[in-house]
């Protein structure tokens, strides 16, 4: 996976101003350009007077101008960008994470905030983030939690050789900031109330299945990532986006794949993926599934 620039959004809120940060930062690590954008919807500013328009375009401008300025403190060598998005905020992302200039085979991340200030262009994970997490092609990452020192751990979910592209962006990130990675492959199984059945084949299949998966990503990300520290666990528990979320407690990144469900109600992305976007307590990257 060539890594391309970043793409983040900004509203003025604190978790806006957190998440420009987190995406500087990486940007930096990555010697990538950061690209912010902060959103003024046209359907919204169609209904206004065109005095009131202009004010609101130019307080975005400010924005982004505002973020731009804390970027470069964070890193002082990095190039940033901004721009006003004229489209819904989760469109106005994914738009620009397509446009921004990068290599053809580079891949594009979006950074979004956990909150937003429920204004113009508000960035709250039940909307925003979601959405973009939901919609977009390309990696996103959800900056959750609150800014700790590093724990030097990344972690990243695995259920089975889908989740290699998600596993390769955790080892890209593990690399860049000389951290450990850590493979977590969680599974449960239903017990049906009532049955005489005995489960004990059927839980030592799984188990055997599991431990195959993961030992065969294992493998993979060795290859790739030689110098890589990487650990590696096999458990069972009664939620496998518990075990994630947990494990977020001690970590600098957790890492999962972007599990849609062919048919859903509501939502689509899966359940594990859902739950550690809301309940981690660290940063949060959605990564495509192969």
Do not use: N
Not at 25 to 31: D, K, S, V
Not at 47 to 75: F, I, P
Not at 128 to 151: F, I, M, W
Not at 188 to 214: C, F, H, L, N
Request: proline share 5%; aromatic share 2%.
């Amino acid at each position: 996976m060539s890594e391309g620039p970043v793409v983040v959004g900004t509203d003025g809120s604190a978790g806006a101003a957190r998440a420009v940060l987190w995406a500087a930062q990486e940007a930096a690590l990555r010697h990538q350009p950061l690209h912010i954008v902060c959103a003024v919807d046209l359907d919204l500013a169609q209904r206004l007077s065109a005095e009131t328009t202009r004010r609101v375009r130019e307080a975005a401008q400010s924005l982004a101008a505002e973020a731009a300025a804390a970027a470069s403190d964070r890193a002082p060598d990095l190039t940033v960008t901004t721009e006003v998005g004229r489209e819904p905020v989760a469109d106005s992302l994914i738009w620009a994470a397509s446009a921004v200039p990068h290599a053809g085979d580079a891949t594009v991340t979006i950074v979004v905030g956990s909150r937003g200030t429920g204004g113009f262009s508000a960035l709250l994970l039940g909307s925003v983030g979601l959405t973009v997490a939901e919609q977009a092609t390309c990696p996103v990452a959800v900056v959750r939690g609150t800014e700790r020192p590093s724990s030097g751990v990344i972690v990243v979910g695995v259920r089975d050789e889908g989740d290699l592209e998600a596993v390769r962006f955790a080892g890209e990130t593990a690399r860049r900031r000389k951290a450990t990675l850590r493979l977590l492959s969680a599974w449960t199984y239903i017990q049906y109330v009532g049955s005489m059945v005995p489960m004990a084949d059927a839980v030592r299949g799984a188990v055997e299945a599991k431990a195959a998966a993961s030992t065969r990503v294992l493998g993979s990300v060795k290859a790739e990532f030689p110098d890589l520290k990487v650990t590696e666990e096999v458990v069972r528990v009664p939620s496998p986006a518990g075990a994630l979320v947990a494990a977020s407690l001690d970590a600098d990144l957790v890492v999962v794949g972007a599990r849609r469900p062919a048919h859903h109600v509501g939502r689509s992305l899966g359940r594990v993926t859902h739950a550690v976007l809301q309940h981690a307590h660290c940063p949060v990257a959605v990564v495509p599934r192969g």
